[in-house]
Structure formats: structure tokens, C-alpha cells
């Protein structure tokens, strides 16, 4: 048998694979003071108080008095080097590690369990994704700022040493401990992934520290309850298990971790833990592998050592096994007392114990305590909350999103016109962000039934199906598989419809298919964050591609490398200010002036977007429908966006006429409707009319002409109470126009008078004129047109006119109690008194909608007519239509879009380019698009309601002031 041992050392000695560790990682920058600091704290050492060195205890932060007392009694009569941190708070650990530090000779070195951040153990901190989410990503850069940020949470709160990163290969999908621990099945990711992870935390001053060593991600038991074996040969475990720790080892890895194990191939001793033995530990690991960090066993509490002997004598087996730091022993005066019996029987050298107490102590001089400083308690949590690790966490999970299978391309998904979507949930856990998400982009419907035949009923009338699979986010080592009866359906499911799974838990749950023939297309997004739904739902819709690998083989369907590759078709995505180089502290004086605004009563209610690069960075919602503040306003309320819908809703209908050579710019009046060939408008050109340089007069009050002169009330020769086909015009509840009247206000406009001299001067009138021309050519009606040209291919769901015919009134926003024409609170119908005798379908004003709906039109706009893989326009049409044609005549206008201002005063912020373009709104509505710095901005309001002849929004210049504040928040 000595030679069975013999024989495996030389292997792994004459291994060249095996690199001697050339550097000592525990050296200092200044190694001369080091060693001096080192050899003098040893020098006063009594032998129990190095012997004491060798000690890691467990400390928990939410300790009641009494274990408080014990822990103090063993730093102070035991002298403990070091502590390890569990469950417990960030303040209170603080506070703890403050007081503890005070009373101890010579300063601990703190540990933790921080595999994914101290939100293991702690609550009120920062959790990032677990390492086989991180093992989907291909970038390496991001997981070395993870080991990075995780570092700097740990400094922060005084941790010295962290037990991570994992560096098991999980090669067993029933591992029941290490799991999503692992960064997956293949050992160069695997490795790679650990080198990333531990350079960025070293890089900041912490220790990392690989485990399980030798290996323990092939194994089916826990070590937490018994002691799992290892049944591979010793080729095998070089060649996988080991393989990362001689690549950690190489690039100087601080400290490596060992695990309770049975490996029959390396120790002969019948199920004889790992952690004690002097083969493995010493000779493998010590010398073969050339390690000179520091070498800690796994909790010597856990049934995997723990169960092998008394523990005073686990305590001494794993100290002459090689181990420097003993790790929660069950009974460490017991273990200080077998060592100290030991050292003066002489089977422990002074050598021996200076060798392990020494490197202790060059650990806490490379860490900085030896010029110890208390946890500062200011701003703690926010400190180890921060925005940029918001930023990175999204990053992550972007990076690793993974699409498995997409028959026929399916995703991301196009042609949204053509989808009818329901999305079922699945799973025992929450899924709501998710459908949220996805509903920014489409029309959706949530299904729920008891029963599978109602189900399948109910989805009878849908042609896509969103199944979520959600399970607990909790902990890594929670549920993921599906039920029987989730299986059932789901295939049933996919038997009659176009399906898209989109798996929240680890990839294993893929494993119990026993078909995936009928579901077109597989998402693992590893985790039911809310972060991960958000992100998910944005992959399916194009707003971000897809980029992840799977890191690990998942049944007979997928291989350890499988993932497809999406490109992103341009929908908007929505992300966090930083991550498009703005500050979202700056933006929260946006939050101020619109709060402000509300306060003044300038405004019932505001929604409020900005999206940057692609990505909307700020949507909130403030104030009521009304002052009565009983509905607040919420992202899917709908506000009438009055002129907005001049460049929401007729000027892209002409662009498309315009790029098809139907109409031109320099088209006269008289060409497109032949009643105005003897009309003093004959010769206006589309583009005059459109650059509101004509000499139209700005508007004319049709209604006024059908009011009682004496009342004031509308005249029952133009109004009826009732729907009938002669009076079918709904101008407002209960309240009908006579149909023909919408012809006679297309005379009036034709036979109105011009303005005597040419300048620039606003009008309405070239949109009733143009609505007209565009009905007439389609031989179909405007609110139809636009849908079927836009808003559904484009996903603008909540933009339509006339709401009250598809939505609740709880979600439509009034504008006006009006007391001078239809005298009834205006809701649900169209504020503009002429867009409402067109039966609420007006050319320039009509349209309702929401601020995201409305970014969604901005941004194809900004993105040169290219929308969610559709291209509406070629770039040179919106350059054509966003050109001032006579800047020159002190007019700023392009073709149907406004513009800077060109001196002082006008309708921005005086602070954006002169190449964005936008429109304002008569009810407080306002959009605008900067090409130049990638910004768009909408801000929805009704600040005509209850009255509007009061406009102080406008007049303290609230929504260009807010358009300056977001110019100011630019960090990039």
C-alpha cells in the first residue's frame, strides 16, 4: 500500500500540467516589514496562543447574549484567530466585529461564506447571481467584476477572507449541495470562471479561497450529513476535479479549502475524510501541487468529519493532515487542548506549528490588520447597495440568458400583428414580473384554469403561448423540477400551440422531458429574480439578444456549449440610468419638479418617461386622475395626447405616401384634393402647410357655430341625446352630431380666410385637411389606418383613439369638465372640441395613449424608421421630414415635427441638438427625440382638467425645465 502511495505522488510530481505555485500568495507588497511584523507578533506568543491562531469560530450577528458571552470568552481565554461569519445583519455584524476586533490580542481574520455575495448569510445585502447563472456567460470580464464588487462589499464590512469562489465541476445533476454553486460541468469554464471571480477579488485586498478540494461536484450525498464518496480514479480527478486548482494555484490563489470526502483512489483508509488526510492534504496538494497559501479544512462540525471521531480529535487529524486553519470546530477548547498534548508529546514540531501560525499571521499583514480599523457604521448599507452593482447584475443576467432551441426562428418575436399571446404560469412561485415585462411590449393575457381541458379552452383563441416556469429564488438548493401534472399540460399545451418556455430555475429541470418536439422555442433564464423575468421577457421581444451558453449538459437534448445566438431587433429595452451613462442621483430632481408640479395644482397627474440609447432608464407615475386623488396614475392609464397625435398618427401615414411617390413635399393642395383648385389655398404646398408656413389661421371653433346662441347648449338642430343614423357623430357621452357635419367643416376650412402676410404661424388646419386626403385614398378611416400601419406591428397596444370603446374608464385619464360645449366631465372621449365632430378621429388631435407607447413611436423615429425588426421608414424620409426648410424666415419647424428654438424662447429646454424634434400637446402632453445624445423624453399629462384655461405648466416651463434637469444627469 506504501507504494501504491509512492506511486501516486510521483504521478502528480512528475505531472507537468502540475505547476509549482512559483510566488507565495500570502507575501505582501512590502515583504521585508511583513516578515518583521510576523516574526514579532509570534515571537510574544505563549504556545495557547498560537495554537489559538489555528481556530476559525462561527459567529452569528443575531447571537443572543449568551452565545455572545461564549464567543468572547473563547477570543479572549482561547485566543482564536479568526472568526467566520453567519447569518445575521450588516449593522449588527458591524457592530459585533467592532467590539469583538477590540478585545482580542492580536486582530482576527474575518471570514464569510460569500459565494454570491454577503446576501449568503446576511440580510440588507447585495445578492448576485449564483455561479451556474455565471457560468452561461461568455465574457469573462464580467465575472471578474463580480469577484471584484463582492470584494468590495466584503472590505467594507471588515471580511478579510472570502470562502469562494466554488471551483467543483458539476458533473452530477443530482449533486444535492454544490448544484448552482458550481459554475457548471466543464472544467476550462469551470476555471476560467474561477480565475475571473478570484483575480477580482484579490484585486481589491480580499483572500478568496477555492473549494471543495479535491473535489465535490460528482457527488450525491451532502457533506453537511454524511461523508459523500468519490469513486474515480486518480487519472480522473487530475485530469477534471483538480485541474482548477493548478490554475488558481499558478496565479496565485490565496487560500483552498478542504472537503469532507470519501476518495477511495487517494486515501486508503476506508472512509476516511479528505479534510484528514496528510496524503491528500500535504502531499497532493502542499507539495505536488506546490500550493503556499493558507490551507483550511471544511467545517469540522459537519457530519462529513464530524462523525469520524471525538472533536478534539478531528481537530488534531486535520492539523496534522497540513490544515493551517481549522474551521468551526465543535469543541475548540477540547481541540486546543489535544493539540497542546500533542505538541509536548512531541508528534507536532515547533516548525510544524510556526510553519501554519506564521502564514496566519502573513495573511493578516497582507490584509491590512495590521494597521487594524474599526467598520465605519455610515451609510453601511447603502455601501454595500450600490447603483453599480444594480448595473452589474443586470449585466450578468443579460450575458447569460441562454436559448436553447427557436424552431423556425421564432425568437425573438416579429410581426407582433399577426401574434395573439397568453401566458400561463407554471411553477410554485412568483411570475409576475415577468408578465408586467412582457406586456410593455404586447397585447397579453394571463390564462388560469383548475382543470387542463379548461385551460386548453380558454387558450382556444390565442396562437402564442408564454409558459414561466418559476420556482423559488430563495437559495440555490431550492426545488426546480416540474410536477408530473406540469409536464402533462405543458406538452398538451405545445400539442395545439406555438410555444415559447421560458424555464426560471437551473437547466436540470430540462432533464425530465421526455419530448421537446412540439415546443418551438426554450429559454433557461436560471433564476426567478425579478431581474431575470425582466430580462427575459425583453429577450423575447427583441429589446436585447440573446448571449448565454448553457454550463451544463441538460438529458438527452442539450450539451454543455448549446445556446443560440439572437441578435437584438431594436424594441425598446428598459435598464438603469447608469448603464446608458446618466446618474440616477441627478434624476431624482426630476421626481421633484414633477412632484412640485403636482403639489402646485398645475396638474392632476404626470406619466413621465426617459429612455437613452435604446433603453428606458426612468418611467414613474405621479399624482391622480383628478384632484379628488382617489385613482393614482399608473404606467397603463391612458392620457389624450392632443397634438401629439399629429406626429403619432398623420404625419407617418404621410411619410409612407411620401417614400411610395404618392405625395411629395412640394405637392400642391389643389393635387391632392381637387375641391381647392379654385380655393385661395390652391398653391400651398404639403410641405408650407406641414412647416406651418401657409398663412392658415391657427384654428376655428366649428363648435361655437352649433351651440344655442341664448343656452349656450348644443343645438338640437345639430345635437341629438340619442345614437341614430342621421345624428351619428359621438362627440361625448349620451351627445350625437349631425353626421353630415364633419363635410361642412371641411368647407368652412376651405373657405376661410388666409392671414395677410406669410410667417410663421401655427395651425391645426392642415390635419383635418390631410386626414381627408388620406381617408379618401385608402377609402379607409384614420384610427384604422394607423393601427394597421403601426401601432400593432409596432406593439403600441394602449395607443388608439376613442378608449372608452376597448378600455375601462379606471384606466383612461379625463381631461375636463367642460361648461362651455358638451358640459359633462370629457372622459374617454377626445378633449379637442374638433377632433370630437369627427367623431373623436382627428387628423390632429384624438389619439390616447401612454408614455411608453408613445417612447415606442419616438424611438423608431430616432432610429431612422427601424423599429422591433421592421423598417417603416428609410432613413433619408425622416431625415427629409426633420429638416427646417425655413430656418432662414424665422421659422424653426421641419415637415410636421417641431424644433429647437432658433433664438431665445420655444419649446425646449434651449439644451438639445439641433437635429431632435418633437411636438407638444394642448392637454400638457410633450414628446421629444434627440438623435445627437440618444434621448427620448415624454412627459403625459392632463393639466387641462378640471379647467383648462389655466395652464401654469406652461407657464413655469415645468416640462422644459424637466427636459434640462435630464440633460444634466448625462455622466457619460
Known sequence: MRYFFYTISILFLVNPVFSQQSKDPLLASNPELQKKWVDSVYNTMTLKEKIGQLYTIQVFSNEDEETKKATIDLIKEYHVGGIIYSKGGPVRQAKLNNELQSISKVPLLVSMDAEWGLNMRLDSTFAFPWNMTLGAIKDNKLIEQVGKQIGEHCKRLGVQLNFAPVVDINTNPKNPIIGNRSFGEDRDNVTEKALAFMKGMQSVGVLANAKHFPGHGDTSTDSHKTLPTIDFDEKRIDSVEMYPYKRLIKEGLSSVMVAHLNVPSLESRSNYPSSLSNHIVTDILKDSLGFKGLVISDALNMKGAADFDE??????????????????????????????????????????LAHSVKKILMAKYKVGLNHYKPVELTNLVSDLNRIKDDALYEDLTENALTVVKNKSDLLPLRRLETKTIAYVKMGDDDGSAFFDELKKYAKI???????????????????????????????????????????????????????????????????????????????????????????????????????????????????????????????????????????????????????????????????LL????????????????????????????????????????????????????????????????????????????????????????????????????????????????????????????????????????????????????????????????????????????????????????????????????????????????????RHQEVHGYVHDMGAAMQNGVGGHAGIFSNANDVAKIMQMYLQKGYYGGKRYFKPETIDKFNTCYYCNKDNRRGVGFDKPQLEDEGPTCGCVSMTSFGHSGFTGTYAWADPDKEIVYVFLANRTYPDSSKNELLKEDIRTKIQRLIYEAIID
Not at 311 to 334: K, V, W, Y
Not at 481 to 510: C, G, M, N, S
Open 445 to 607: 393575457h394571463e390564462v388560469k384554469a383548475d382543470k387542463l381541458d379548461e385551460m386548453l379552452t380558454q387558450l382556444q383563441s390565442y396562437n402564442t403561448v408564454i409558459i414561466g416556469f418559476h420556482r423559488s429564488n430563495e437559495t440555490p438548493w431550492k426545488s426546480y423540477e416540474f410536477t408530473d401534472q406540469e409536464l402533462v399540460w405543458l406538452y398538451e399545451i405545445a400539442r395545439t400551440h406555438t410555444v415559447i418556455l421560458d424555464a426560471f430555475v437551473k437547466p436540470y429541470a430540462l432533464s425530465d422531458f421526455h419530448s421537446i418536439e412540439n415546443i418551438e422555442s426554450i429559454i433557461v433564464s436560471y433564476q426567478n429574480s425579478d431581474i431575470a423575468q425582466q430580462k427575459s421577457a425583453q429577450l423575447i421581444f427583441g429589446a436585447i439578444p440573446s448571449k448565454g451558453i448553457l454550463p451544463v449538459s441538460v438529458g438527452d437534448f442539450f450539451k454543455v456549449g448549446d445556446g443560440i445566438q439572437n441578435n437584438s431587433l431594436k424594441r425598446l429595452a428598459y435598464t438603469i440610468p447608469e448603464r446608458v451613462g446618466m446618474s440616477s442621483k441627478k434624476l431624482e430632481k426630476v421626481d421633484s419638479l414633477a412632484n412640485y408640479a403636482i403639489d402646485q395644482k398645475m396638474t392632476p397627474g404626470i406619466q
Open 610 to 821: 426617459i429612455a437613452r440609447k435604446g433603453k428606458v432608464i426612468y418611467s414613474k407615475n405621479f399624482g391622480y386622475h383628478t384632484y379628488d386623488d382617489k385613482e393614482k396614475v399608473t404606467s397603463n392609464d391612458v392620457y389624450d395626447v392632443a397634438s401629439l397625435t399629429k406626429i403619432l398618427g398623420t404625419l407617418p401615414l404621410l411619410m409612407e405616401l411620401e417614400e411610395q411617390g404618392i405625395v411629395s413635399l412640394d405637392i400642391k393642395l389643389s393635387s391632392l384634393l381637387p375641391e381647392y383648385k379654385n380655393s385661395n389655398k390652391k398653391n400651398i404646398t404639403l410641405k408650407q402647410m406641414l412647416s406651418h408656413y401657409a398663412r392658415l389661421i391657427p384654428w376655428i371653433p366649428f363648435y361655437v357655430a352649433t351651440l344655442d346662441s341664448v343656452t349656450h347648449q348644443p343645438n338640437p338642430k345639430y345635437y341629438r341625446h340619442e345614437y341614430s343614423s342621421k345624428f351619428n357623430i359621438e362627440v361625448a357621452k349620451d351627445l350625437y352630431l349631425r353626421s353630415d357635419y364633419p363635410d361642412t367643416m371641411q368647407t368652412i376650412i376651405k373657405d376661410s380666410k388666409l392671414l395677410d402676410r406669410l410667417h410663421y404661424r401655427y395651425s391645426d388646419l392642415p390635419y383635418y385637411i390631410l386626414k381627408k386626403f388620406i381617408e379618401k385614398h385608402y377609402d379607409k378611416p384614420l384610427d384604422e389606418l394607423v393601427q394597421d400601419h403601426f401601432y400593432e406591428s409596432l406593439g403600441a397596444n394602449m395607443t388608439m383613439y376613442n378608449p372608452y370603446h376597448k378600455l375601462s374608464g379606471k384606466n383612461i385619464i379625463p381631461t375636463e369638465i367642460d361648461n362651455y360645449f
Open 311 to 352: 472533536s478534539g480529535e478531528i481537530d488534531l487529524a486535520a492539523f496534522l493532515a497540513g490544515n493551517d486553519i481549522l474551521l468551526i470546530s465543535e469543541d475548540p477548547p477540547m481541540g486546543i487542548s489535544k493539540i497542546t498534548d500533542a505538541y509536548y508529546e512531541g508528534k507536532i514540531s515547533e516548525d510544524r
